[in-house]
C-alpha cells in the first residue's frame, strides 16, 4: 500500500521511523512519500520536503513565520493528490498536521493520526476538529484516552513509543574514551533540537558551570543544527557530544532538560532532571493566556503531580537553577523524591512496542475497508 507520512520535528522523525519499520514488516508492498527526516530517510521515505525546513517554535515564531509553513504546505497538498495515498499518517506537529488532516479528509484519504497534538493543553475544543478530520488516532500518552472520552471519541492508546528506543539502546563502553572526557560527574545539558530553542536555553546553561567545579558539564548536541550554536558552551570549556543523547543520560548524574520530549526520556534514563524553558516575551504572554494544563513537563503532566521542578520564562535564572541542580547532585530527599516520582511514570506509560501495535492497527483498518 501508498502511505503519505508527515514528520515536523527530529523527535517525530524518530517515531515516524519506527512506525515505518513496523509497517515494512506487516505490508510487504509498502510505499513511502512525504515530509521528515534523516531517521525517516534512512527507513525508506521518500522525502518531498525536510522537516528542518519547516520547524518553528513559539506562538509569536509561527506567526511570523507563516509564509515559510504556506509555502510548505501548498507543495505538500500538491504532491498527496499527485501521488495519490492509501493512507496520510501523522505524526505530532499539531498546526500543520491539522490543515493537512482537513484536507486530507475533504479528498477522501483515510487519515491516521499517530502522536496527537496537545489539544488537551489549550483550546481543548480542538478535540472536535481533530474527531472531524480524523479517522483513526493513536495515543502515546496514558492521559489522553480519558480527555478525548469527553468528546464521544474512543481512541488506541498503543504505549509510549521512547519505551522502544530505550529497550533497543545499548550504551556505548568507551563513552568517555570517545569523546575524551573525565571520569567526574556528569550533569547533561538538553537545550533542545531546534536551534530558536538552543538559543533561548543555553546562556543560563552556561552560566551554572563555575558554581560546579567537581562536575562537567555535557551538551546533549544535535548535528543537523548550525555547529556554530553551541561556540557559547565551548567557550566555557562545555563539552559537546553529537547525537549521543542516551549514552549521555546513560552516564549522566543529573540533568537540566528543555521541557519537550526528553523530560520524558530523562525519567526513563532515571536521571534527576530540572526542567526549563523560555520563549520570546509575546509568545510567553500568549502561552501563558491559552495554556490550560498545570505543568509543562511530560513527566509531571504523567504523575499528575510535580515530580521534576520547573523553571519558566524568568524563573529560569542562574539561582534558582543552581540551588535546584545543587540539591539534584547531593543525598537530598528532594533527589529521593524526584527517583519515586519516576517509577509512578513509568508505572503509568505501561508497556512497549507502541510502534508495532500502531503498524497493526492501520494495516487491519486499511484491510477492513477494502472488504
Known amino acids: 500500500m501508498k502511505y503519505y507520512v508527515i514528520a515536523g520535528e527530529r523527535s517525530g522523525d524518530m517515531h515516524l521511523a519506527n512506525l515505518l519499520h513496523a509497517l515494512k514488516t506487516t505490508d510487504q508492498q509498502a510505499d513511502?512519500?512525504?515530509?521528515?527526516?534523516?531517521?525517516?530517510?534512512?527507513?525508506?521515505?521518500?522525502?518531498?520536503?525536510?522537516?528542518?525546513?519547516?520547524?518553528?517554535?513559539?506562538f509569536a515564531e509561527v506567526l511570523f513565520g507563516f509564509r515559510k509553513v504556506l509555502k510548505y504546505l501548498r507543495l505538500v497538498k500538491k504532491d498527496i493528490l499527485d501521488y495519490q495515498p492509501d493512507a496520510l499518517i501523522l505524526v505530532d506537529y499539531g498546526g500543520f498536521n491539522m490543515?493537512?488532516?482537513?484536507?486530507?479528509?475533504?479528498?477522501?484519504?483515510?487519515?491516521?493520526?499517530?502522536?496527537?497534538?496537545?489539544?488537551?493543553?489549550?483550546?481543548?475544543?480542538?478535540?472536535y476538529k481533530l474527531k472531524k478530520y480524523v479517522?483513526?488516532?493513536?495515543?502515546?500518552?496514558?492521559?489522553?484516552?480519558?480527555?478525548?472520552?469527553?468528546?464521544?471519541?474512543?481512541?488506541?492508546?498503543v504505549g509510549n513509543p521512547l519505551l522502544d528506543e530505550i529497550k533497543k539502546f545499548a550504551p556505548h563502553d568507551f563513552f568517555h574514551q570517545k569523546n575524551e572526557i573525565s571520569y567526574k560527574p556528569i550533569v547533561a545539558l538538553l537545550p533542545g533540537s531546534r536551534k530558536q530553542e538552543v538559543e533561548n536555553m543555553l546562556e543560563n546553561m552556561?552560566?551554572?558551570i563555575a558554581a560546579f567545579p567537581n562536575v562537567q558539564f555535557i551538551i546533549a548536541g544535535v548535528k543537523n543544527l548550525p555547529n556554530g550554536i553551541y561556540d557559547l558552551a565551548r567557550?566555557?570549556?562545555?563539552?559537546?557530544v553529537f547525537d549521543q543523547t542516551y549514552d549521555l543520560l546513560h552516564y549522566a548524574n543529573a540533568a537540566v532538560v528543555t521541557s519537550g520530549t526528553a523530560t520524558l526520556e530523562t525519567a526513563l534514563f532515571n536521571v534527576p532532571q530540572v526542567v526549563v524553558y523560555k520563549t520570546s516575551a509575546i509568545s510567553y504572554m500568549i502561552g501563558k493566556r491559552l495554556i490550560k494544563v498545570p505543568f509543562i513537563s511530560l513527566v509531571n503532566l504523567i504523575a499528575e503531580k510535580e515530580v521534576v521542578?520547573?523553571?519558566?520564562?524568568?524563573?529560569?535564572?542562574?539561582?534558582?537553577?543552581q540551588e535546584e541542580l545543587q540539591g539534584l547532585l547531593g543525598s537530598s530527599q528532594h533527589k529521593a523524591d524526584v527517583l519515586e516520582g519516576y517509577r509512578l511514570v513509568r508505572e503509568k506509560v505501561g508497556d512497549s512496542k507502541a510502534s508495532e501495535k500502531t503498524a497493526a492497527l492501520i494495516y487491519e483498518s486499511l484491510n477492513a475497508a477494502k472488504e
Open 32 to 58: 513511502f512519500r512525504g515530509m521528515g527526516g534523516d531517521y525517516s530517510i534512512n527507513e525508506g521515505l521518500s522525502i518531498v520536503a525536510h522537516y528542518d525546513k519547516v520547524a518553528l517554535m513559539g
Open 99 to 127: 490543515k493537512i488532516a482537513k484536507f486530507a479528509h475533504f479528498h477522501g484519504i483515510p487519515v491516521h493520526y499517530y502522536i496527537p497534538p496537545k489539544v488537551w493543553a489549550w483550546n481543548q475544543k480542538r478535540a
Open 135 to 157: 479517522d483513526h488516532l493513536y495515543s502515546i500518552l496514558p492521559f489522553e484516552p480519558k480527555f478525548f472520552r469527553k468528546f464521544d471519541w474512543e481512541v488506541n492508546y
Open 206 to 208: 552556561v552560566e551554572i
Open 235 to 240: 567557550e566555557h570549556g562545555i563539552k559537546v
Open 309 to 321: 521542578k520547573e523553571l519558566i520564562q524568568g524563573d529560569y535564572n542562574k539561582k534558582v537553577l
